[in-house]
């Protein structure tokens, strides 16, 4: 069995320092989205209490968040779209650098796709309500008994075909480096037999990152890796599956 341990890692995100300007920019942006974002909100509302439930109303949902990082400027650059075939599910493996990685990711992976988020989330106004919308499952820490039914909702939807995406390293990166991976996801992909594939996000840390409010324009690239088989693996092999998907994080 691998030693899933943190390690001197070639993955970096650099950052450039902030200054007086990005405060000045950030100030005017982020009322533009949230004002986007709010505006959304009713037209989903509507869909799903009357016509698609929100938890299915994912081409939409990629088009608001093209739009929403468009509208602050940033542009969102993504490669390996091909690799999700038709029918299949997957596990896709994200780091996670900012509080933007949602609407990043969500443009960027071209099939139904669902992640595990903090219960807090949902308190928080206008973005808590399109998670619970899109049928986010909650997690808080310590409680056993709310994280094992949502694992048990990702295990279901993966066997019913639908992909599920997680964050390995369970908080965002404060150096831009991936952190220590946890074994949940990889052990997730094993139970229900699905594919691994590792996603990595650059540049957004350089836009947005961790313990920082202001955000700046850019550009961001989204590399969707190889799938990662799970054929034949059982939960003794979680360590080197998470090890093996991070090393291909690491080259993307």
Known sequence: MGNNEPREDIYQDPLTPFGPLDTVVSLSTWP??????????????????????????????????????????????????????????????????SLLDTPVLVQAVPVYCRTFQEMGHRKI???????????????????????????????EMLRAGKSFGVFPEGHRTRDGRLGRFYPGGFRLAIEAGVPVIPAVTRGLRNLCPAKEWRMRPGRVEDSLGEPVRTDGLTQDDTDDLANQVRGEMNLL
């Open 32 to 97: 533009l989205a949230l004002a986007q974002m709010g505006a959304w909100l009713p037209l989903f509302t509507l869909l799903d209490r009357f016509f698609i439930p929100g938890k299915d109303i994912d081409r939409l949902a990629r088009v608001a968040c093209r739009l929403g990082t468009l509208s602050v400027g940033i542009r969102v650059q993504v490669q390996g779209q091909e690799r999700f075939a038709p029918g299949q599910a997957y596990v896709i493996a994200f780091n996670h650098v």
């Open 125 to 155: 106004p206008v973005y808590g309500s399109f998670v619970r919308l899109m049928g986010q499952l909650p997690v808080q820490q310590g409680n056993r008994q709310l994280n094992e039914a949502s694992y048990a909702g990702a295990l």
